[in-house]
Every structure is written in structure tokens, then in C-alpha cells.
């Protein structure tokens, strides 16, 4: 394949200007005033991939975002790999914590500075530069692929599961390539095998229909960021430990050989902590650090407000307060049965004069785990020991691919995490950036992974013969 | 005064125009932006005072906002008011709550809405008008007057009390009224002769340098707001008891005749509470509500915030969140030991690996208490009986003038509180209005007053010669 590698080689920079475009488009999914910057961003998709030269390339509409399809379907007798990823990103606000401008990507000591940059709009650009530098050498792919990039992942891949669902011929494949993952570090593959559940909502707290005087109603009224605290505080014991009755009860309990491989990597998680700045490593202390992270569920406050905002001090009584929560789940529980019960908990919990009212804010996602010996992953990690010199070790995701639970339910095929992030890389937060180096890495990375399947599927084909 | 009272009713319609330019000018003094705003208040109520005849009438600056003073003293052997008021305003956010914008002052149904037009710039005007009646008609007043309109009422009067220690000789006089005040309801005159004293902050929690994935560092690291909560929660339990230790220690007691009376006022209590549609009464349950209210301090978070802010969801471990916290405080009880106590408190309560920080939002107000049986305060009472068919009840004030306080200890003064804003017109909040038929009594009442006290003064020296 070396003509490939010679044409990922000559195309560097126009690679990098076409990424540069597409971190450009503010493609912020949860926001509904973005969501024509969202449908900017799947044609420009579909316009990479034309000029990639896949075919079928197409987008369509959905209840929410649009998603974007393509195929390449000519390598007869090869298996087929269905590479997902997405082309929507998080929020930037507070937009003032950034070095560069978000949407304004710019190139800083090796790395692109950028929202979306490593989550995941190079991953995905990866994915479709290695199928162009086949089809626009060679003109074929070693196997047969398919690309479905959705627009909702941010917001929990609420469209995604009808999708598949009303288009599961276009997608049928014998595994997904999951685009959206990333490497342990610079120096260390690694291979995702599971990814956490997520459910979220935003609660509401009201004591009064108007804010009050803080001097004329004090002593009268409740607080609604009083009894908001309360609520919260009553979710979570001070030491990480979620209060919610019947949270654990589902949760697949870790053999001891897991408790004690997982405490052994507690280093990495100290250098995760390190890497956001934060005082010290902190969660419930019946468990490590990276189990709490990789195969215990979590409820985390992502935003809360109510009441003055501004500079100085305004004595009101506020009418409401809000918080917004989200919870990661592991193998086996399940979102709505959880969702459920820890809005029970909070309206039981809710003081006296006090209304809560719930709206949901995003999708949910399933927890997901890759079953042992999958051959698609055998084969990635076989990729991945070539570019880096060492073999993967096997990781857990602390992060949600909705996709990953809903292709499983819908196609019945699994996922092989593949793509190039690493976990310094600030995604969701203030300067998200990614490796230049990895830009490289991931398209070549993804060349070999279709070559590699390509190979031994015909190896196997005809050691079956 | 016949003809004083001619002249008020002659000039309705330019008074009236004279508030509404003044409410259009946003003196909101907390906010730094707003400065300019603040110092065209000032100007306006100078060239205002220039106009009723008042003498020496001068914008001084201080190491805050400005402060407006003016003086007629040529009452020889009568008394001396200082009329007290401010020209500054509370923020009006959230906008989006106003039925007309606050700074657009609007009638409706004999209703003058706008932000500050009972707090109080209908009572600044009212005082400047009773001048203006008798200087722009016999010429003379009744007694010596001295204006003082500071311009930080609303942010706690932090310049004050340099400010008057450093114009003693400009501000001396016998008693002071505070224009700042209201009356119980529109047939129901009143006195207010207590104020709580007030304290405020700005904390931050701090887990991290950035905001983190909830995903990658979930079970990781601390989650800030979650932090808050449990802070938050510390500081009062469930039933409104303020838990910092030491709160209440210089409270005073309340006698069992007082508990008793303000015990009976509960049905106002209900009536302030429905007034901002709130659930119910809450608050500590040992005392009664319009205890609570007049004689007991409280402890409020007037805003909280952290996180994602925006529609939607954000799967963020925010790396900081914040309250704004105040307290009302009541005699006997000294504001720097009060906030002393509360820091004390969060500092130890703060969980391990969570940055706690103090930033201050605004001055101090020491609780005020009047004297029984002050000569003016009783001139105040009959002037409210006359105009109202019945003599006032003394009642607690909830809020806060730190005036009060700062002229009992500079100027060695009592402060008689007269005005004419009413509990139900929403100062502080969305909506706040001014009643138009208080306009009139506002100004008739101040005129009166300042002939009361002129003809009671002179009484009483005659009858002691």
C-alpha cells in the first residue's frame, strides 16, 4: 500500500486546510440556533466524501440533526466495515477560557487548537482520507465500507436509533469501525472495549412565581438556591458515594483480578487529574480511581444557576434555581430504570414550598462492552503495534458512544473504538486541541486497519476453503 | 401652607416628568459599567435641587459613587432635618421579566413601574419637592434642612462613612429622614423603627484548572458545584435554622410580649409572601414569620452559577461554581464578626481537594434600632395620622439601611424612616412600581412634616423660656 501512504504524504496540506474549514463551522448540536452551522457541517461531509470519491453519499434529514451516508461496496467477498463518527461538538462557552477562538483554528507548537479538533472531526477526516487515497490511486478499497456520521452525538444520539432502524440496509456491515476514540498517550495504543451510559436532565427549583427582597421577604420565603443545595447534597455523600436508593443495584460488580489490575493503573488517572489541574484524585474510596472511571456509574451537577449572575451583589431572593445532571452508567444498567429513580429521589427529597420540574436536555446512551477475541479488534490491534511499536493494552471508556449500544441493538455487530485522541487533549472543555502528529497517524492508521481486514478475511476465507 | 400645597397640586404634571427622567437613567450602582449612569443621577437630582431653591447644592465625589448635598439654613432657632435618600438602583436582570422595560418607566392602571421608582427615587423626589413648595412660594422653610442623596445605597453605602466623617459640619443636624422607607399598605400608615444590618460575599469553589469531561474524569476528580452544594447545605438545615456556629449568639432575645404581638402578624406575613406568588411561610420554626422577618437574621443565596449555562446539555465536570451569599443581620450583632464566622464556617466545612475563595460584592450595614419616644418620630406620627384617618404602627423593617447606622455613629443622630413605597411594589425584583397616588402623598406628607417639626421645635423652646 505503499502508493497510498505516498498519496496521504502528497496531500498533507490540503488535508489540514479541509480539517482547518470544518472546525470553522461552530457545529455546536445542542444549541438549537446552531443547527443550520450543524447541516453546514455534514455538507461539507458529504462534499469530502464525494471528492473522495465514495458513493451513495448522501444526507438525511431526521427528527433532529441530519445524518450523512456513503458506501464503497465493490470489494466482492471482503468483509464489510461500517466506520461511524460525527461531525457535531460540544459547547465552547465560556468561550473567554480559550487561548485562540474556538471555531478559529489555529496551529500552536505541534498542535491545532480548535472545539471539535479532537472531539471528533479529526478522527472523522481520517477515516474518509484513508478511503480516498484507494480509490483515488488504486480506484478500490481492500474491503467493502460503509460510513454513516451522525450530527447528535453531543446531545446523546437522540435520532440515531430510528435512523438505523429505517435504514438498516444501507448499513448492514460485519462490524463498526468507531472513529470517535482515542490512544492512552503519545507513546501507548490502547483499545477501548467499553463505554459508559449516559442519562441526563435539567431540574428546575421554584419557591415563588417572582424574585423577592432579600430584606423584605427574608425569614418568610424559602431559597430556591438554598433548597437546590439540599436536593444535590442529599444525591451525593461528600466522599463521591450517589445516594440515590437503588443506583447500584444493577451495576456488574468487579472481580477481584479487575479491582486489582484496575488500582494498578492509578498513576494514569493521577496524570488525567494532573492534566486538568485538579487538586487531587477524589471519589467514592471503595473503589480506585480508574474503576470509579471505567466500570462505576457517576452523577455529575454539569451546570448550575439561579439568581443574580452579575458583578457585585444583588439582594434578591430568587424565584428559581436549576441545575443540570447527568449520570454515567455502566454494564448492566439500565437509563430509563435509573433516570427514573433518581427523579424520584430528588421529588422526594424536595423540601416543603418547594416545586421541582424536570426537561429532559439530551439523549440517553446505553453502556456498551466489546465482546472478547472480536477478530476486527485482534486485527486493529495488530495495526496499532506496527505504528507504535508496542501492542495495545485494553482500556475502559469513561465517555458515552451512543452509537456503539444502538448499532449493537439495531445491526447486532459491534464496535472497535479507533481513532486518535488522547486524553490530554481537553475535549469538551477550553482548548481542545490535537496532536498534528496524530492527524497523520489516524488517516494512515485507518489505511492499514482496511488493509489489514481486507488480508485476513481472505486469509480466513480460504483457510476455511 | 395652603399655598404650598397649591403649588404642588400646579406642578404635578412637571414633577411627574422630572421621575420619569430620573427613573430612565439605570443607576445601577453594583455595576461598574453603570458608573456614568450613576453620575448622571447625581447631576439630575442636583440640577433638580438647583431648581426648588435649594442652596450650596453640590455633586461631591468619593472612592465610590458620588455623593449629591444641598442645604437651606436660614430657619434661624428651629431645628435642623437632614433629609436622607438614594439615587442609585438595583440591577434589573432579568430583563426578560419586566412587562415593560425597566428603564422605559410606564403607567398602567394608577401604577408607575420601573426600576427604582419605589426604591426610591419617587421618595427622593418627593422630599426635593416639599422643599421647592415653600422656597418657590413664601420663600422660607419651616425649619433647617440639610440634603444628603448618596449614590450606593444598594451596594451597601461602603464610601458613607468617610464620606460624613469627612463633612460633619455640612451634615449636622438633629434628626435625620430617611426618604428610603415605606409605608404597611395604602390605608395602613406606618413607622419603621429597626432595620437589620447587612454582610455579603462572593465564594468560589475551585476543583480544578479547567473544566473537564464528565466522561474522562468522571470518578476522577471533585465536581464543584456538587461541592457547593454540600457548602451550601452546611450553612442551613432543612428548616431554615442558620447551622454557622455562632450565628445567633449576639441576637437579642425577644421578649415573650414581642414574640406574642409579632405572632399576631402573621396574616401580613402571608399577605407579603402570596405577593410573590410564593408556596407558603417557611422558616425557622421557633420564631414567627414576621419575627423572622424584623428581629431575626437570615442567611440567603441571592445567586448561584457554574457550568454550562446555555439551552441543552454540556457533559462538563465544571472546574469552578459560585454563590453570592448575604445576611440580614439584627441588633445586636457586629457585621465583621458575623462575616468573620460564616468564612470560618465554609473554610471548614469545604471537602478535601475543593478551593474555597472569598471575593467581597458589596458593604456593610450595621442593624438599627430608633429610640422610643424621638420628638420627630412622634411629628412623623401625627403628620401620617392626619393624612391617613389613623395613627401609624410601628413595625421592623426587614431590609437595610446602612445610613442608619452610619449616621448614629458618625453625626450621633437618629434616623426617622418616611416614605411612601408600599410592601407589595416589588422593589428589587421584576416589576417594581410606585403607586401615583403616593406621589402626591409623598410630597404633601414631607411638606407637612417639615411644618410640624418647625411648629413643635418652636412650642417647645417658647414653653421652656
Known sequence: MSQELSYLEANRARFLQDLLALVRIPSVSTVPARAADVRRAAEMAKAY??????????????????????????????????????????????????????????????????????????????GIWACEAYLQTSGRLPVNVRILLECEEEVGSPSLAAFVRDHRSRLAADAVVNLDAGQQADDQPSLTTSYRGLIGFHLEVRTAAVDAHSGGLGGLIANPAMALAHILAGLQDPSGRVLVEGFYDQVRPLTKAQAAQLEAMTPLAKRLADGVGAKGLWGDPEFSPIARNWLRPTLEVNGVGGGFQGAGSKTVIPATA??????????????????????????RSAPAHVQVSFSETSGQATPYRLPDGHPVAEAAGRVLERLYGRPPILVGGGGSVPATAILQAELGIDSIAFGFAQPDERIHAADE?????????????????????????????????
Open 433 to 465: 486541541f490535537f496532536r498534528l502528529s496524530d492527524l497523520e497517524r489516524g488517516r494512515m492508521a485507518v489505511a492499514m486497519l482496511l488493509a489489514e481486514v481486507g488480508a485476513k478475511r481472505t486469509e480466513g476465507a480460504q483457510s476455511a476453503n
Open 322 to 347: 436549576f441545575a443540570k445532571i447527568t449520570c454515567r452508567l455502566v454494564a448492566d444498567q439500565d437509563p430509563e430504570a435509573v433516570l427514573d429513580l433518581v427523579k424520584r429521589h430528588i421529588e
Open 49 to 126: 466524501m464525494e471528492q473522495a470519491g465514495l458513493e451513495h453519499v448522501q444526507v438525511i434529514a431526521t427528527s433532529g440533526h441530519p445524518v450523512v451516508v456513503a458506501d464503497w461496496l465493490h470489494a466482492a467477498g471482503a468483509p464489510t466495515l461500517l466506520l461511524y463518527g460525527h461531525l457535531d461538538v460540544q459547547p465552547a462557552d465560556p468561550e473567554s477560557e480559550w487561548t485562540s477562538a474556538p471555531f478559529a483554528p489555529e496551529q500552536r507548537d505541534g498542535r491545532l487548537y480548535g472545539r471539535g479538533t479532537a472531539d471528533t472531526k479529526a478522527n472523522v477526516l481520517s
